[in-house]
């Protein structure tokens, strides 16, 4: 059986600095200190400066400062290069009874299925992570580990939390629990992203974008893909390891982008334009109902059920109607992740699309490189022959520019109207 870091996919230069962190945290438990002191590395990334254990020189076995634990960690890279593996990788590392994410033990099968006591995985249903949910985390997190080692919070996009949220747990980094280990996961560490004083306080692990033949070894060996089938979504996805899976595995999925590649030549027109930008939002409504629609069912039920509903008790109806703000907080909720399921499907098709025009440009400037959609490079060539490499760029870039407004939050179809008609007039 692998270990829990063989599914991170083209990493090997953070994959050795997390195992020695990992064997690290595990020399720290032998040597039976960490519960007596305040955070297992006084460290200022920043600055370079750290010093192992801040329970001090005391401490028998301690590791050296350039390998050593540290209480909390930043995993920075692009979509599809492996955040949040990376950080689940190494909370099973932490939890391992070897100190190395054997993937054997229960310790790694627990955490890697997500059922681990110690382990808590927040991933922001909406479009932000609020100060409650974070203060509940926090408070949680603060408890001594059930299973002897580790308490480890492992936040996904942490580019999302509020600024209130982002000041609950810079205070928990700051003053950390003796045996609680923080992982964020989050695009860069630019400001945008992630604080300067929360940054500061973090050791920072980048990953980069995989190479796409290690990606098609992954679904070849893991998912059991056909060879060619693999190459040619590892190439399609962009590096992505989940939309290859996706691309690969889902007949839907290699139809919604065919959809979206067929975009350029349906442009013949201000009509054709707007035509192209409503089926493109409609496309990314349809995704992404289909995506949350049963999880939003049975959390209703759920609730309900745990309301009273369907019973014939004396104070069932009266518990219903008294239910009627916890049901209006639920559809909140559920609109939040409907919103975020809607624009990170619309972003899909957008890095399809800018893949594309990629293609094209490179096309026109004769470049060495493969073509990221081999199976519309003729009509990519056919663009750049039509536009030049100017007018390849001018369209990448309308697509990129779209990406960021949606992100800044401009409304999804005005952005993409004014990116269908930019493409357009080139």
């Given at each position: 059986?692998?270990?829990?870091?063989?599914?991170?996919?083209?990493?090997?230069?953070?994959?050795?600095?997390?195992?020695?962190?990992?064997?690290?945290?595990?020399?720290?438990?032998?040597?039976?200190?960490?519960?007596?002191?305040?955070?297992?590395?006084?460290?200022?990334?920043?600055?370079?400066?750290?010093?192992?254990?801040?329970?001090?020189?005391?401490?028998?076995?301690?590791?050296?400062?350039?390998?050593?634990?540290t209480h909390a960690w930043?995993?920075?890279?692009?979509?599809?290069?492996?955040?949040?593996?990376?950080?689940?990788?190494?909370?099973?590392?932490?939890?391992?009874?070897?100190?190395?994410?054997?993937?054997?033990?229960?310790?790694?099968?627990?955490?890697?299925?997500?059922?681990?006591?110690?382990?808590?995985?927040?991933?922001?249903?909406?479009?932000?992570?609020?100060?409650?949910?974070?203060?509940?985390?926090?408070?949680?997190?603060?408890?001594?580990?059930?299973?002897?080692?580790?308490?480890?919070?492992?936040?996904?996009?942490?580019?999302?939390?509020?600024?209130?949220?982002?000041?609950?747990?810079?205070?928990?980094?700051?003053?950390?629990?003796?045996?609680?280990?923080?992982?964020?996961?989050?695009?860069?560490?630019?400001?945008?992203?992630?604080?300067?004083?929360?940054?500061?306080?973090?050791?920072?692990?980048?990953?980069?974008?995989?190479?796409?033949?290690?990606?098609a070894e992954v679904l070849?060996?893991?998912?059991?893909?056909?060879?060619?089938?693999?190459?040619?979504?590892?190439?399609?996805?962009?590096?992505?390891?989940?939309?290859?899976?996706?691309?690969?595995?889902?007949?839907?999925?290699?139809?919604?982008?065919?959809?979206?590649?067929?975009?350029?030549?349906?442009?013949?027109?201000?009509?054709?334009?707007?035509?192209?930008?409503?089926?493109?939002?409609?496309?990314?409504?349809?995704?992404?109902?289909?995506?949350?629609?049963?999880?939003?069912?049975?959390?209703?039920?759920?609730?309900?059920?745990?309301?009273?509903?369907?019973?014939?008790?004396?104070?069932?109806?009266?518990?219903?109607?008294?239910?009627?703000?916890?049901?209006?907080?639920?559809?909140?909720?559920?609109?939040?992740?409907?919103?975020?399921?809607?624009?990170?499907?619309?972003?899909?098709?957008?890095?399809?699309?800018?893949?594309?025009?990629?293609?094209?440009?490179?096309?026109?400037?004769?470049?060495?490189?493969?073509?990221?959609?081999?199976?519309?490079?003729?009509?990519?060539?056919?663009?750049?022959?039509?536009?030049?490499?100017?007018?390849?760029?001018?369209?990448?870039?309308a697509v990129l520019a779209?990406?960021?407004?949606?992100?800044?939050?401009?409304?999804?179809?005005?952005?993409?109207?004014?990116?269908?008609?930019?493409?357009?007039?080139?």
């Amino acid at each position: 059986m692998p270990d829990v870091f063989a599914d991170l996919v083209g990493q090997d230069e953070a994959v050795a600095e997390l195992r020695r962190a990992a064997a690290a945290a595990a020399a720290v438990l032998r040597a039976g200190v960490a519960d007596r002191a305040p955070a297992l590395v006084a460290a200022d990334p920043a600055s370079g400066d750290e010093s192992a254990l801040a329970a001090g020189d005391a401490a028998p076995g301690a590791v050296d400062p350039s390998t050593g634990m540290t209480h909390a960690w930043i995993f920075t890279g692009p979509p599809g290069s492996g955040r949040s593996v990376a950080a689940r990788a190494f909370a099973a590392a932490l939890q391992c009874r070897h100190g190395t994410g054997c993937g054997e033990c229960p310790g790694c099968h627990t955490t890697m299925g997500g059922t681990h006591a110690d382990v808590r995985m927040v991933v922001p249903e909406g479009l932000s992570i609020g100060v409650g949910e974070m203060r509940a985390l926090v408070l949680r997190a603060a408890s001594t580990p059930s299973g002897g080692r580790w308490q480890v919070v492992i936040i996904e996009d942490a580019d999302r939390l509020t600024e209130a949220a982002g000041n609950a747990l810079l205070k928990a980094i700051e003053e950390p629990p003796p045996r609680t280990v923080f992982l964020l996961c989050a695009p860069s560490t630019h400001p945008d992203d992630i604080s300067v004083t929360i940054r500061s306080r973090c050791r920072v692990v980048p990953l980069r974008q995989p190479p796409a033949a290690a990606v098609a070894e992954v679904l070849v060996r893991r998912d059991g893909i056909a060879p060619d089938v693999a190459q040619w979504a590892a190439a399609a996805a962009q590096g992505h390891v989940g939309r290859a899976r996706r691309l690969a595995r889902d007949p839907e999925a290699r139809k919604r982008r065919e959809a979206v590649l067929a975009v350029p030549r349906r442009l013949t027109g201000v009509g054709a334009a707007f035509d192209a930008a409503s089926a493109l939002i409609e496309a990314a409504e349809a995704e992404a109902a289909a995506s949350v629609t049963e999880a939003d069912t049975a959390e209703r039920a759920a609730l309900e059920t745990a309301l009273g509903a369907g019973g014939t008790g004396r104070g069932a109806a009266g518990a219903m109607r008294g239910a009627a703000g916890q049901l209006k907080e639920l559809e909140k909720r559920q609109k939040s992740r409907a919103t975020r399921a809607q624009r990170d499907a619309l972003d899909r098709a957008l890095v399809d699309l800018a893949g594309f025009y990629r293609d094209a440009l490179t096309m026109a400037l004769r470049a060495p490189v493969a073509p990221v959609h081999t199976d519309t490079a003729a009509l990519a060539g056919a663009g750049a022959q039509k536009w030049d490499a100017e007018g390849a760029l001018r369209r990448l870039e309308a697509v990129l520019a779209c990406r960021a407004a949606i992100e800044a939050n401009v409304k999804p179809r005005i952005a993409v109207e004014a990116m269908m008609l930019a493409l357009w007039k080139g």
